[in-house]
């Protein structure tokens, strides 16, 4: 079996979850038509198997010997496309399983990776983990039904056609039977599809809130505010519960019916087949034959129940999906763009200007508004005016600002794997004093760091940013208080070394630490109003601006 391409051509249906599915159906209909075609063989293998007792018992009570044995040939042969079909619908089954899935972590990954900085103000965290965890599974359920869906339907086809060419009576009790025992079934749909959606959305929310309160686990403990936070979870979880077993009420429901209603069912049919044997209607072989296709209706019939309640939660976890991709970028590329060029980059909401190829510090006041400067100049923020050579930045393509203006802070994470992947060759270490770090990790570049980096300490995951920054070396960098969780020893080394490594391209860092203002070629200083007070170099400023001195010295007026 070929490998399954997970490279998406176009995009994905988000006008419904019901379109969502199907477009996940036409992506892979090689994969899904295989599989039906198996499981429509592997079910109807094992309906034609009653036919070939009944012809066996027959034969043998006219002492028919060759026939007896074409019975037995037709039961082995029977049996053995059972046995290659099912395999066969198994492989196909757990491709369509997996290939639903992972299709669906693609394109989710890929359109939060579009999203930007919106995925974090629009969406909370767990809606997202969610979508990667029971998402995952339902959504790859709903596809990996089809094949036995489909085996089940032929199937009742199939059986409802031999029993109608023996006994009229028979073939219509199985007929007029199944969609009534489909519609009791679907009766019960509806409400679980509320239900599963409500439960759903609270599972979503409580992951959101195990997330927060496992980043903020630090600070929480030191404000001793464990007890409030749990407090909160535990209630938010008694609701989750609570949903659970409205679900659970509803799922009880629908699983006995699979049982009650095909075991009715059975019996009715034996019953009737009985009396009819009894009458002389129907033969001994026949009679077999008829119990053998009751007891075997019961697979099918329950697949077609177990159908509709996978599909019915592959829709609620398709709807997750959908809501998620139909929300639009706050920043997304205009119609017509312009090709970036090298120059100066200002900021006209604050009056900074950063001189091409030069060290630029900016000093604030409040450190909020130098954190705002640098989402308008590195284009995070929709309706930013920074211009880059006098071109405004929202006018040109954000893959084209995104290569050429990188915006490093301290919400940036350290992703899990090997350390290489995240400094590179390590040429950068010694810019941001981290050589330390790595010498003393076991494998050195090669070590595995953690998730999120949570095997370093604050300063030391700080220090590895940097370097991650500094590795890229794109023509515009843009650090935020790239030396706030250090001591004052590394943050000299940094501050002395930093200029060097960025020679040639151009820096702009948001900090108030004098030993980083001192090495700028420019510092900027931001008032209280949001706008550049004044200009000039670090110790000059000092001498002329007692807002600046203040602000740098943490003096006071």
């Given at each position: 079996m070929r490998r399954l391409p997970l490279a998406e051509p176009g995009e994905p249906d988000n006008r419904s979850a019901a379109r969502y599915l199907l477009w996940i159906a036409r992506h892979q209909i090689s994969l899904i038509a295989g599989g039906v075609c198996f499981g429509i063989v592997w079910m109807v293998s094992q309906a034609l198997v009653p036919a070939a007792i009944g012809a066996g018992v027959d034969a043998l009570a006219r002492h028919d010997r060759q026939g007896l044995l074409w019975a037995a040939a037709a039961v082995l042969g029977l049996a053995a496309t059972t046995a290659f079909s099912g395999i066969m619908r198994h492989r196909f089954a757990v491709s369509n399983f997996l290939g639903a899935g992972f299709r669906t972590m693609q394109v989710t990954v890929r359109h939060a990776t579009r999203l930007g900085t919106t995925l974090s103000r629009r969406v909370a965290t767990g809606e997202v983990v969610s979508i990667g965890t029971t998402d995952f599974d339902h959504i790859g359920y709903s596809i990996d039904i089809t094949a036995r869906g489909s085996g089940a339907i032929v199937s009742i086809v199939v059986v409802s056609a031999l029993l109608l060419r023996v006994s009229v009576p028979l073939g219509l009790v199985v007929v007029l039977g199944v969609p009534v025992l489909v519609a009791v079934v679907g009766l019960l749909l509806r409400p679980l599809h509320h239900r599963r959606r409500h439960q759903r959305d609270l599972a979503g929310a409580l992951t959101g809130r195990a997330a927060d309160i496992v980043a903020g686990l630090r600070v929480l403990r030191g404000v001793g505010g464990e007890a409030v936070f749990s407090a909160r979870y535990r209630a938010e979880s008694q609701r989750v519960r609570f949903a659970g077993v409205r679900v659970a009420r509803v799922e009880s429901m629908l699983e006995a019916a699979q049982v009650l209603l095909p075991g009715c069912f059975v019996a009715l049919v034996t019953w009737l087949g009985a009396r009819f044997a009894v009458a002389g209607r129907i033969t001994p072989g026949e009679l077999v034959a008829f119990y053998a296709y009751a007891a075997f209706l019961i697979a099918p019939l329950r697949t077609l129940t177990e159908f509709a309640d996978k599909v019915t939660r592959g829709l609620v976890s398709a709807r997750r999906v959908v809501d998620l991709l139909r929300i639009e970028p706050d920043l997304q590329d205009p119609p017509d763009t312009v090709r970036p060029e090298p120059g100066d980059l200002d900021d006209p909401d604050s009056g900074l200007v950063v001189r091409e190829n030069r060290f630029t510090a900016v000093a604030a006041v409040r450190p909020q508004d130098a954190a705002a400067i640098a989402d308008r100049i590195a284009l995070l923020t929709p309706g930013s005016s920074a211009r880059l050579h006098g071109v405004p930045l929202r006018e040109m393509a954000l893959q084209d600002v995104r290569r050429r203006i990188v915006l490093a802070d301290n919400d940036g994470r350290l992703f899990r794997g090997p350390l290489r992947d995240e400094v590179g060759d390590g040429a950068t270490l010694d810019a941001a004093a981290a050589r330390d770090i790595v010498?003393?990790?076991?494998?050195?570049?090669?070590?595995?760091?953690?998730?999120?980096?949570?095997?370093?300490?604050?300063?030391?995951?700080?220090?590895?940013?940097?370097?991650?920054?500094?590795?890229?070396?794109?023509?515009?960098?843009?650090?935020?208080?790239?030396?706030?969780?250090?001591?004052?020893?590394?943050?000299?080394?940094?501050?002395?070394?930093?200029?060097?490594?960025?020679?040639?391209r151009t820096t702009v860092v948001c900090t108030t630490s004098p030993l980083l203002l001192d090495r700028a070629d420019t510092v900027a200083f931001v008032g209280a109003d949001g706008r550049v007070a004044a200009t000039g170099p670090h110790r000059e400023l000092l001498d002329t601006c007692p807002e600046y001195a203040a602000a740098v010295t943490r003096g006071e007026d």
């Open positions: 010498d003393a990790l076991p494998d050195g570049l090669d070590t595995e760091i953690a998730e999120r980096g949570r095997d370093f300490s604050g300063g030391q995951q700080q220090r590895l940013r940097l370097a991650r920054a500094l590795a890229l070396d794109p023509p515009v960098l843009v650090l935020v208080e790239p030396t706030s969780a250090v001591d004052a020893h590394t943050e000299a080394r940094i501050a002395e070394r930093l200029p060097a490594a960025r020679a040639g």
